[in-house]
Each structure stands twice: as structure tokens, then as C-alpha cells.
């Protein structure tokens, strides 16, 4: 079961020690969870303009302390149709997990611009707060 558009950010995930899996459904199907507080990790694909995306890349490459000062001044980020960035993202339910990539729309595809960032706790909060309604 994938949780976004990124096949590398699920294997990632699958492949991180604070992160467990329980498959349902004969195998079929799987619930990922962050370990230390048991929360389902959900997903999504966020797409972002120009200017929007150019933030997210600048936030997932600053320290945890920074990305905390910078995302407690900012609003929620829109979504853009048809956007040239595309957000990638996983969360705990309880926002203390997060996991973020993006990507840039070139050459007819979308490719990474950024690692993928783990963050957990008040990073993962300030980041979510501005990525989910």
C-alpha cells in the first residue's frame, strides 16, 4: 500500500527503526505506525506554485530549531492546481512524525529537489500545521 506518488519515500519509511507495519487482509494490505506513540501514519501529495515550493525547499533544509521559529510565522500554504512542485508527505496522527520530500516538475517529470526529511515532535507540529488544514 503506498501512502503518496513517492515509491521512495514508502520504502524509506518501511526501512526506519521507529516505524512498524502490520499487514490485514491476507497480506494485502498495510497500516504503518509511528512506534514511540503508536499513532497511524497517513499520507498525502501536496502541489505548490513557485513561490510556495521555493519555501518548502528553504524550511526542509534548516535545522529543527530554525524550521520552528520560521513556520510559527507563517499561514497554511495553499495548494496549487497543476502546481511545479509537488509535496510529498507522511505523518503520525498525532503529528509527532513527519516525513517530507519534494519535487520539482522538470523535463516532463517530477524529480527530487530536496532528501527526504524525517522530523518528530514540535518540528514535525510546526511543519504540519502549515502543510494540513
Same mark, same amino acid.
Given at each position: 500500500?503506498?501512502?503518496?506518488?513517492?515509491?521512495?519515500?514508502?520504502?524509506?519509511? &518501511?526501512?526506519?527503526?521507529?516505524?512498524? !507495519?502490520?499487514?490485514?487482509?491476507?497480506?494485502?494490505?498495510?497500516?504503518?505506525?509511528?512506534?514511540?506513540?503508536?499513532?497511524?501514519?497517513?499520507?498525502?501529495?501536496?502541489?505548490?506554485?513557485?513561490?510556495? *515550493?521555493?519555501?518548502?525547499?528553504?524550511?526542509?533544509?534548516?535545522?529543527?530549531?530554525?524550521?520552528?521559529?520560521?513556520?510559527?510565522?507563517?499561514? &497554511?500554504?495553499?495548494?496549487?492546481?497543476? *502546481?511545479?512542485?509537488?509535496?510529498?508527505?507522511?505523518?503520525?496522527?498525532? &503529528?509527532?512524525?513527519?516525513?517530507?520530500?519534494?519535487?520539482?516538475?522538470?523535463?516532463?517529470?517530477?524529480?527530487? !529537489?530536496?532528501?527526504?526529511?524525517? !522530523?518528530?515532535?514540535?518540528?514535525?507540529?510546526?511543519?504540519?500545521?502549515?502543510?494540513?488544514?
Amino acid at each position: 500500500m503506498s501512502l503518496t506518488n513517492d515509491k521512495e519515500m514508502d520504502d524509506s519509511l &518501511h526501512n526506519q527503526s521507529n516505524i512498524s !507495519v502490520k499487514k490485514t487482509f491476507f497480506g494485502l494490505k498495510e497500516t504503518l505506525f509511528f512506534n514511540p506513540t503508536k499513532s497511524k501514519i497517513d499520507g498525502g501529495d501536496l502541489e505548490l506554485d513557485p513561490d510556495n *515550493g521555493d519555501k518548502i525547499k528553504e524550511l526542509l533544509e534548516l535545522p529543527d530549531d530554525t524550521i520552528c521559529q520560521l513556520t510559527s510565522k507563517m499561514d &497554511h500554504l495553499l495548494p496549487a492546481e497543476n *502546481g511545479m512542485y509537488d509535496l510529498s508527505y507522511c505523518y503520525s496522527q498525532d &503529528h509527532k512524525f513527519a516525513a517530507l520530500q519534494l519535487t520539482k516538475y522538470m523535463s516532463f517529470e517530477y524529480r527530487p !529537489v530536496t532528501a527526504i526529511r524525517f !522530523v518528530e515532535n514540535e518540528t514535525a507540529e510546526s511543519l504540519l500545521r502549515i502543510l494540513l488544514k
